[in-house]
């Protein structure tokens, strides 16, 4: 995603290209931030939610100084300080936020309150304050600072908002601080060293390119295959029997794991839960077709 753009109309970009309007994103980027935003097409999108689950990387840059209402330098001032902290003093306030810690969530924000989006509410002026959250930090290193201008890389879970940290700078220095810029460096397993932008997406497929990464690929989760008998009657919802499966299905209790046929075909989202139908059925896909997507049938994928 480049800068500018809502990650919405990314999805509706590739609506276009490949022609199908069963697409999404797991997680989505501000506007003012570029960087990796993975996108699920066809049956792919029934897994997006685990994929919005992993860890995510940023390169953030912060200016001191001023606050503002969106907790980035595109809001209006709220706040301005002359304090110029240093080096240590910068670096000290991010440190401390390493760990589980609660932050305040930006008002303009896609957090839901009451049905309806934060920032919907935030531009409507009825809304200043969206709560705080708890959000999962593993690791911040300050790459460079010349007041009133930093850049730091943060590694962090999900439901964690860059802006909020860098608010929680400006308040730890008594200095005001901002979000200037954001990049997505990388979000689960994809990372930004091989993505691509749109419009070289675009090119790409138009000369028969085909980019889409099989879901089952990108999934960190334990593969079980099954005889090509019990293959039929997944596809009805019938779970596998133990003795159905081609390796011994093991995996801890409430684990999620992916259902194959013999050629490697993803077949479904189990989760582990032992006996005689070792693996309780979550979500099962229908059968599809190789090659390009089209609007009647397209293959789980990224």
Same mark, same amino acid.
């Given at each position: ?97 390493? *760990? /589980?810690? !609660?932050?305040?969530?930006? $008002?303009?924000?896609?957090? =839901? ?5 934060? +920032? &919907?509410?935030?531009?409507? *002026? /009825?809304? !200043?304050?969206?709560?705080? $959250?708890?959000?999962?930090? =593993? ?5 460079? +600072? &010349? ?35 954001l990049i997505r460096s990388q979000n689960g397993p994809f990372h930004m060293s091989a993505a691509r932008k749109l419009d070289d997406i675009a090119e790409a497929v138009n000369n028969g390119e085909n980019l889409l990464i099989p879901v089952q690929n990108v999934l960190d989760l334990p ?80």
């Amino acid at each position: 995603k480049e800068s500018g753009i809502i990650s919405f109309q990314v999805v509706a970009r590739i609506w276009k290209i490949f022609n199908i309007k069963n697409v999404g994103n797991p997680g989505t980027l501000d506007t003012m931030a570029a960087g990796v935003l993975p996108i699920c097409v066809g049956q792919a999108t029934r897994f997006a939610y685990i994929l919005t689950a992993g860890n995510k990387q940023y390169i953030a840059n912060f200016r001191m100084g001023k606050s503002y209402d969106s907790f980035d330098t595109t809001g209006t001032v709220k706040k301005e300080s002359p304090l110029k902290p240093s080096r240590g003093e910068i670096d000290a306030a991010l440190q401390s936020m390493v *760990g /589980e810690t !609660e932050l305040i969530v930006p $008002a303009f924000s896609a957090k =839901k309150i009451d049905g309806k989006r934060a +920032y &919907d509410l935030a531009r409507k *002026g /009825e809304l !200043e304050d969206a709560g705080t $959250a708890l959000m999962h930090i =593993k690791l911040i290193e300050l790459v460079s +600072y &010349d007041y009133p201008d930093g850049v730091f890389v943060v590694d962090c879970g999900k439901g964690t908002y860059v802006r909020s940290i860098i608010n929680k700078l400006g308040e730890e220095t008594a200095a005001c601080a901002a979000m200037s810029g954001l990049i997505r460096s990388q979000n689960g397993p994809f990372h930004m060293s091989a993505a691509r932008k749109l419009d070289d997406i675009a090119e790409a497929v138009n000369n028969g390119e085909n980019l889409l990464i099989p879901v089952q690929n990108v999934l960190d989760l334990p593969k079980f295959a099954i005889n090509n008998k019990a293959a039929e009657r997944i596809l009805n919802g019938i779970a596998p029997k133990y003795n159905d499966y081609l390796q011994e299905p093991s995996a801890h209790a409430d684990a999620l794991c992916l259902i194959m046929d013999t050629s490697g075909k993803l077949l479904a989202l189990g989760e582990f839960k032992g006996g005689t139908s070792p693996i309780r059925l979550s979500t099962v896909l229908h059968s599809y077709s190789h090659g390009l997507p089209s609007r009647q049938t397209l293959p789980g994928r990224c």
